[in-house]
């Protein structure tokens, strides 16, 4: 964490101030395009024999590269949205279109993994993951270099930033970092992000436990989840841009998120409650599958208007600091999901260990009692994190009138 601190921001506003023939942007991407897959691969197939004292020390090594490579190819990729297109609403069609493939991508790996990889091999055995590894570090590549390649002709023609990164002057460019980050639209977005976060670092942690030892799914079953999850992204597609226009940002993103959450304990109380099919049945599969598709199409539009939202931040602070930050901002807000996610995971610990599941080997070894246990506590930290997040989204104030006017007093002073 203490390391993407300091890399998250400054490579996001090294990228904003970026002079190069290439563009701000895609020099960094190239490089992520060097780094994250040879990362990713390292992490799932060790490249040195591990022994004990080693084991930590790989791992840590692993986790900073690959989140680092994360961040020269994620940040700057996605801060081209608010140079490409300054339109309010077009912004939601081409970031919905972002998250469509985002999803389709890491949802359709996951499918992959569970039916055919670690899924089919065991959760224990090594060759899943050196085939996991393999395959996703070729994809990442691949997906990298389209985009790059895609983008690269229209990046390269925009204007340079007014002016260059200077490393001599570092304290001054710690400070314009500074001012960019008291914008009071991005603090709400940014405080969501930390709370988010955690909710998502948690559930990501509890995510096995959940569907192998309170649903008994089995790990092909567990496949069949993400195939329904592939309708999500497409729903999604159509929906965000639509709700956005008709709603505005900031709405639509509290009623999506607001209905995702409110469907996700529907099943966990329903199987407490006996009104649920038998666990690990296949009916129970297919409604439990049903839920998290629309979970999904809520979680996507949300995050699409959100992404939106914070591009959105960057003309209203230009027009304060005369800067485009939109690299700085958008790395921020991966910062901010990337640190607390840790503080999910601790908490996901704390709930096993509450819940007495530290020794579990098998579904025979749950109890009902236990399943309880797992729900009370998870469920009220989920989903009351997200519903302090959701209220804080409320405090954002850029809308389409704002935004409109800020592009004009920017056009004004050009």
């Given at each position: 964490m203490?390391?993407?601190?300091?890399?998250?921001?400054?490579l996001g506003?090294?990228?904003?101030?970026?002079?190069?023939?290439?563009?701000?942007?895609?020099?960094?991407?190239?490089?992520?395009?060097?780094?994250?897959?040879?990362?990713?691969?390292?992490?799932?197939?060790?490249?040195?024999?591990?022994?004990?004292?080693?084991?930590?020390?790989?791992?840590?090594?692993?986790?900073?590269?690959?989140?680092?490579?994360?961040?020269?190819?994620?940040?700057?990729?996605?801060?081209?949205?608010?140079?490409?297109?300054?339109?309010?609403?077009?912004?939601?069609r081409?970031l919905a279109?972002?998250?469509?493939f985002?999803?389709?991508?890491?949802?359709g790996?996951?499918?992959?993994?569970?039916?055919?990889?670690?899924?089919?091999a065991?959760?224990?055995?090594?060759?899943?993951?050196?085939?996991?590894?393999?395959?996703?570090?070729?994809?990442?590549?691949?997906?990298?270099?389209?985009s790059?390649?895609?983008?690269?002709k229209?990046?390269?023609?925009?204007?340079p930033?007014?002016?260059?990164?200077?490393?001599?002057?570092?304290?001054?460019?710690?400070?314009?970092?500074?001012?960019?980050?008291?914008?009071?639209?991005?603090?709400?977005?940014?405080?969501?992000?930390?709370?988010?976060?955690?909710?998502?670092?948690?559930?990501?942690?509890?995510?096995?436990?959940?569907v192998?030892?309170f649903?008994?799914?089995s790990?092909p079953?567990?496949?069949?989840?993400g195939l329904?999850?592939?309708?999500?992204?497409?729903?999604?597609?159509?929906?965000?841009?639509?709700?956005g226009?008709?709603?505005g940002?900031?709405?639509?993103?509290?009623?999506?998120?607001?209905?995702?959450?409110?469907?996700?304990?529907?099943?966990?109380?329903?199987?407490?409650?006996?009104?649920?099919?038998?666990?690990?049945?296949?009916s129970?599969?297919?409604?439990?599958?049903?839920?998290?598709?629309?979970?999904?199409?809520?979680?996507?539009?949300?995050?699409?208007?959100?992404?939106?939202?914070?591009a959105?931040?960057?003309?209203?602070?230009?027009?304060?600091?005369s800067?485009?930050?939109?690299?700085?901002?958008?790395?921020?807000?991966s910062?901010?999901?990337?640190?607390?996610?840790?503080?999910?995971?601790?908490?996901?610990?704390?709930?096993?260990?509450?819940?007495?599941?530290?020794?579990?080997?098998?579904?025979?070894?749950?109890?009902?009692?236990?399943?309880?246990?797992?729900?009370?506590?998870f469920?009220?930290?989920?989903?009351?994190?997200?519903f302090?997040?959701?209220?804080l989204?409320?405090?954002?104030?850029?809308?389409r009138?704002?935004?409109?006017?800020?592009?004009?007093?920017?056009?004004?002073?050009?």
């Open positions: 203490a390391w993407d601190a300091v890399s998250d921001l400054l506003h090294w990228s904003d101030k970026t002079q190069s023939r290439l563009g701000r942007r895609h020099p960094f991407m190239y490089a992520g395009l060097i780094l994250l897959p040879i990362s990713f691969y390292a992490l799932f197939d060790p490249v040195i024999d591990l022994t004990e004292d080693s084991r930590w020390w790989y791992l840590l090594g692993a986790a900073v590269l690959i989140r680092t490579a994360v961040t020269l190819f994620e940040v700057p990729s996605v801060a081209l949205l608010p140079d490409l297109v300054k339109v309010y609403d077009e912004r939601n081409w279109l972002r998250h469509a985002g999803w389709y991508g890491g949802n790996i996951h499918v992959i993994n569970m039916g055919l990889w670690v899924g089919a065991g959760v224990a055995a090594q060759s899943g993951y050196t085939t996991y590894g393999i395959a996703g570090a070729l994809l990442i590549a691949a997906s990298i270099l389209i790059s390649l895609g983008t690269q229209a990046a390269a023609a925009m204007p930033p007014a002016e260059p990164f200077r490393f001599k002057e570092m304290w001054r460019e710690i400070r314009q970092i500074a001012q960019s980050l008291t914008n009071v639209n991005f603090f709400w977005l940014f405080v969501y992000s930390l709370i988010v976060g955690a909710a998502a670092g948690m559930s990501t942690a509890l995510y096995l436990y959940n192998t030892y649903f008994n799914f790990g079953q567990i496949a069949v989840t329904f999850v592939f309708a999500s992204p497409a729903i999604a597609y159509f929906l965000a841009p639509s709700l226009q008709k709603l940002k900031k709405r639509t993103a509290i009623a999506a998120l607001m209905g995702a959450i409110m469907l996700y304990p529907i099943p966990y109380l329903m199987t407490l409650a006996g009104f649920w099919p038998e666990s690990g049945s296949w129970s599969l297919m409604i439990y599958s049903l839920f998290v598709m629309s979970e999904v199409v809520g979680f996507i539009v949300g995050g699409v208007m959100l992404d939106s939202m914070m959105d931040v960057v003309e209203d602070s230009e027009v304060k600091t800067r485009r930050s939109e690299g700085l901002f958008y790395a921020a807000q910062f901010a999901g990337k640190a607390v996610s840790a503080l999910g995971i601790v908490l996901a610990g704390s709930i096993v260990s509450l819940v007495g599941m530290d020794g579990i080997k098998s579904v025979n070894d749950m109890t009902d009692a236990m399943r309880a246990d797992l729900a009370g506590f469920l009220p930290t989920y989903c009351g994190l997200y302090l997040a959701i209220y989204i409320s405090k954002y104030r850029i809308d009138e704002t935004h409109n006017n800020n592009l004009a007093t920017l056009a004004q002073k050009a």
